[in-house]
């Protein structure tokens, strides 16, 4: 039976006082999350935009034990605390590392493939904003090719590394992309990936309007055509059994690109090149 | 009680299993990799219920073995050289985050060159970590530290290292003796914090304002200098239950009427033992203060046990690049103001023999030495 949103919990236990921007895309993932979650959920959240506004000296918005660790190593932690349980026999705890595209696919991607090498049981959640924002909004492999950024104003010359891909040949439990303008496709996935008793990977796109340079309302507009344009593929490897979930409607990638300060220097050329890109990908008009 | 014949990392090994640590997390390194074997064997065995997380990097180790600290279990982790300078980052963070995790270090020299050989530089380069550091002079001492090692973190909630030379102590065997699973037992019962719990939710680790971070420091040194007197009380507990005395935070040998002291710490205090009572047999007043303790530093004690003194001669394991031996430093800096005459030497690194004869030619070199021209001199180039 399919979810609605009338069968959500009310509980919030993410996200009330938090100190994010308003329309902060990573804000919106991690209230959707804790819908599926629910209390008895521990969460690992390295150095991050989603680490500093969960809360700050004696305040937090979580009402989950939440523990800020340092950069590299959230899934390691995770790890650890699986561990802990199981020797003391504690069950039915979601053990959760969340980082953002940097805290998992560059400098967090040693303990990730670790953790998931290991077929941990414990999941962990990619929010991808594509870019370094939680320090200003530099380059990395999550940002997308010809995307500007603070420390490349003539845009990225190279392409996004495929963590999703890269994730499916860890052969983990679980594998799903997911996006913050389908509440009830993210949730299902995360009870799917809960219930799991190994690893499960989830990578989330999660609009920063500062980075993305758009306005603060566009958020959950411009992840909804991302997903529409076909640019971010929704699915699932459900112990490799793959799935699209939502069927992108496919409008031309102009419509999600060209409202974005960050491809404001694309050429039709680039237009046509990731048109290109996703025309091959889907197998259209070939 | 039962006494067996175990390497220095065999008797680490012991000291987690009588620990009945819960979670384990280790990174393979040598010299330090026959410890985690040993343990990773008791539990492929069936004699020691404890979680193994097979980690990715030493990073990772230490960080797993944080993990299971915060959500309440008793852990350890071993490592050595270029694993703990790799796993730097986490290791002060454990302490800031005052969990009681116990580390043997296996101490081996830091790259460049590369070596696998024994030298302290490694646990040196942890002295401002916030971790308690704890040295051995042999395979007893380090089946002892290790127990209480997790008697002390829990006690005042730091986490400790349990240092031991590479090869010299690590791979040589001698005759240690092991107390009983049960008498450990009483000595050393598991007090369990658990910081991340479902049933009692925290947020750990907040992002901590100016008016805010100075304060947890303070509390965090508070907490290093109550540990002066836990560690000797946890010693004499210790001595008490099991009948080994290795005297708290330092030991004076032949101290009574000693003129002239040697002080170091690690693999070296044996050999000097016998220096000494090779040199006293010659008529020479000198004795010896093992640094049992060296974070945190037992200055207090230190002096006490030095001020009958006319001549100390420190050996330095390592070197503090354009300061000298980190050691002689600190000896140098508890006596600052009194009228004794410090030389100190750096000596046996990168695996360069330290025997009862070269402690003995340092010991006479520093004799004849008034004053040192730097802050220490290089024996046995």
């Excluded at chain 1, 594509?130 to 490349?152: L, V």
């Excluded at chain 2, 025997?355 to 006479?364: A, D, H, M, R, W």
Aim: charged share 20%; net charge negative; proline share 4%.
């Amino acid at each position: 039976m399919a979810l609605s949103i009338a069968d959500l919990p009310k509980e919030e236990l993410f996200g009330q006082g938090h100190a994010g921007c308003g329309g902060c895309g990573a804000a919106v993932a991690g209230r959707q999350a804790m819908k599926a979650l629910g209390s008895r959920t521990i969460i690992t959240i390295p150095a991050s935009c989603m680490a500093t506004m969960g809360g700050s000296n004696l305040k937090t918005t979580w009402q989950i034990p939440f523990y800020h660790t340092l950069f590299e190593i959230a899934p390691a932690v995770s790890s650890g605390i699986r561990a802990a349980l199981d020797a003391q026999g504690i069950e039915d705890v979601n053990v959760v590392s969340w980082a953002g595209d940097a805290g998992t696919a560059d400098i967090g991607f040693q303990a990730l493939t670790g953790a998931a090498e290991r077929n941990e049981h414990m999941m962990h959640v990619c929010y991808d904003n594509e870019m370094y924002m939680n320090t200003g909004g530099q380059t990395g492999s999550q940002t997308p090719k010809f995307a500007i950024t603070s420390n490349m104003a003539n845009g990225k010359k190279v392409k996004k590394k495929n963590m999703l891909a890269i994730m499916e040949a860890h052969e983990i439990d679980y594998v799903a992309s997911a996006s913050i303008a389908y509440p009830l496709d993210l949730i299902a996935k995360f009870k799917k990936a809960a219930k799991k008793p190994g690893f499960s990977y989830m990578h989330i796109l999660a609009p920063c309007h500062r980075g993305w340079q758009i306005p603060a309302e566009k958020t959950i507009e411009l992840a909804r055509l991302a997903v529409e344009s076909g640019l971010f593929e929704l699915y699932e490897v459900d112990e490799g059994k793959r799935t699209r979930t939502v069927e992108p409607t496919f409008i031309p990638v102009d419509n999600y690109l060209l409202p974005q300060g960050r491809f404001k220097d694309l050429t039709q050329e680039d237009i046509q090149d990731i048109q290109a890109g996703v025309n091959r990908h889907y197998g259209r008009g070939e | 009680m039962s006494t067996t014949l175990l390497t220095g990392s065999e008797a680490a090994a012991y000291g987690a299993k009588l620990a009945r640590i819960e979670v384990l997390a280790y990174y393979p390194i040598t010299p330090a990799f026959p410890a985690m074997e040993r343990i990773s064997k008791f539990i492929d065995e069936g004699d020691l219920n404890t979680r193994f997380v097979r980690v990715e990097s030493d990073h990772s180790a230490l960080a797993a073995a944080l993990g299971a600290s915060l959500a309440g279990s008793r852990t350890f982790t071993v490592t050595n050289s270029q694993g703990l300078l790799y796993m730097t980052e986490v290791v002060y963070h454990t302490a800031g985050l005052r969990q009681p995790v116990v580390m043997a270090v296996a101490n081996r020299a830091l790259s460049a060159p590369h070596s696998r050989f024994p030298e302290q530089g490694d646990a040196i380069s942890q002295g401002a970590s916030g971790w308690i550091q704890l040295f051995c002079e042999n395979n007893q001492e380090v089946l002892d530290n290790m127990l209480q090692a997790f008697k002390i973190a829990e006690t005042v909630r730091l986490p400790v290292m349990v240092n031991y030379e590479g090869y010299i102590q690590s791979h040589t065997l001698e005759e240690v003796e092991v107390p009983d699973q049960e008498k450990l037992d009483q000595f050393l019962p598991l007090t369990r914090v658990r910081t991340l719990d479902v049933e009692n939710p925290q947020a750990v680790n907040t992002v901590a304002s100016p008016e805010f971070y100075m304060d947890y420091k303070f509390r965090q040194n508070e907490a290093m200098e109550q540990a002066l007197t836990v560690i000797d009380s946890v010693s004499t507990d210790y001595a008490n239950e099991f009948g080994r005395d290795w005297s708290g935070l330092i030991d004076s040998y032949q101290m009574e009427d000693a003129e002239h002291a040697f002080v170091a710490m690690g693999s070296m205090i044996s050999d000097a033992r016998i220096a000494v009572d090779e040199l006293r047999s010659q008529g020479q007043k000198v004795g010896l203060v093992k640094m049992r303790t060296w974070r945190p530093f037992p200055a207090e004690a230190l002096r006490r046990a030095l001020k009958k003194v006319q001549l100390i001669t420190v050996g330095d394991k390592n070197i503090v690049y354009g300061l000298g031996g980190a050691l002689g430093t600190e000896v140098r800096s508890a006596l600052y103001g009194q009228t004794v005459r410090i030389n100190s030497y750096i000596l046996g690194l990168g695996g360069r023999d330290v025997t009862t004869e070269e402690i003995k030619q340092v010991l006479e070199l520093s004799e004849k030495t008034e004053q040192q021209a730097t802050a220490s001199e290089w024996f046995g180039l």
